[in-house]
């Protein structure tokens, strides 16, 4: 019998049970999120009422800076076509790059990590049944938005499709600006880098990553300025879900967690204890 028998090491069966179903896991999740993303289409007239709403609404409150970098984009290649390459790669491969760095950097914060990311995920996707939104580029020609990305399709892969490759323009839901997930996954990717991250380069990245993102998203004409509060939103509730359901769950992390600080207060009750007695 050898010292791998989960038999004596039933801790170690776990967690080899956990790397093998980890990736089917994530890969479920997000075919999930791509497929009902897909289907959640939504009515264009609804669509495009429900993005003028937006703009209109943020406008009451002079508080709409898409016109300003769209212009500044749609005037200046240099800044546009990074612009567009970014919003047309990034979401796809930093995320998950991240959740790799996670998996063999951090192992003790990954399952916390990645639930907060799959049920923010998930919410976002009731926002897009919900609230189905035109982006601003699609808005018509009097609201004065310049799609960049069909600006210069010349230089990259995609279409004029927001940031589907040419041809695969129907695999797309250009109805889904509402949450901006874009920003909400940028969030997530820069909280866990400057919160983890051991050098201070990282921990930059961590702060400039969302910070880019969002001027991206804005300049290209993809998102409303309301859009990207509501991805920041849904990433909040989304943290807070995510430690409900590991609790529930029973997560020996969150359970590692709920244990020290109910020492810590145990300790600091008997502390207060101590002194009134010699008081």
Not at 130 to 153: C, I, K, N, Q, W
Not at 160 to 187: C, F, I, K, Q
Request: some cysteine.
């Amino acid at each position: 019998m050898t010292i791998r028998d989960p038999a004596i090491h039933p801790a170690a069966h776990r967690d080899r049970l956990r790397r093998r179903t980890e990736l089917p896991l994530l890969a479920g999740v997000y075919a999930l999120y791509s497929g009902t993303r897909l289907l959640i289409r939504g009515e264009t007239a609804d669509a495009v009422k429900n993005g003028v709403g937006l703009l209109r609404a943020e406008q009451l409150v002079h508080l709409d800076p898409e016109h300003w970098f769209n212009r500044l984009f749609s005037d200046h290649a240099v800044l546009g076509i990074p612009a567009d390459f970014a919003y047309a790669s990034l979401h796809y491969v930093v995320t998950p790059a991240v959740l790799v760095w996670l998996w063999r950097r951090h192992a003790a914060h990954y399952r916390m990590a990645r639930t907060w990311l799959m049920i923010s995920t998930l919410i976002g996707l009731v926002g897009f049944a919900v609230l189905p939104t035109a982006p601003p580029r699609l808005l018509s020609g009097g609201h004065a938005f310049t799609d960049t990305m069909a600006e210069y399709s010349s230089y990259g892969w995609w279409g004029t499709d927001a940031s589907a490759p040419r041809g695969l323009g129907h695999l797309t839901n250009e109805y889904a600006a509402m949450p901006s997930l874009h920003v909400g996954w940028s969030l997530w990717c820069g909280l866990v880098l400057f919160r983890l991250g051991r050098h201070r380069l990282v921990r930059t990245l961590g702060i400039v990553y969302p910070v880019v993102t969002t001027v991206v998203v804005l300049g290209t004409a993809n998102h409303y300025l309301m859009d990207t509060v509501a991805g920041v939103m849904v990433m909040g509730i989304g943290f807070m879900l995510a430690r409900t359901a590991l609790r529930i769950t029973g997560s020996p992390a969150v359970r590692k967690q709920g244990d020290k600080r109910a020492a810590l207060a145990s300790a600091q009750v008997m502390a207060e204890t101590a002194a009134e007695k010699a008081g």
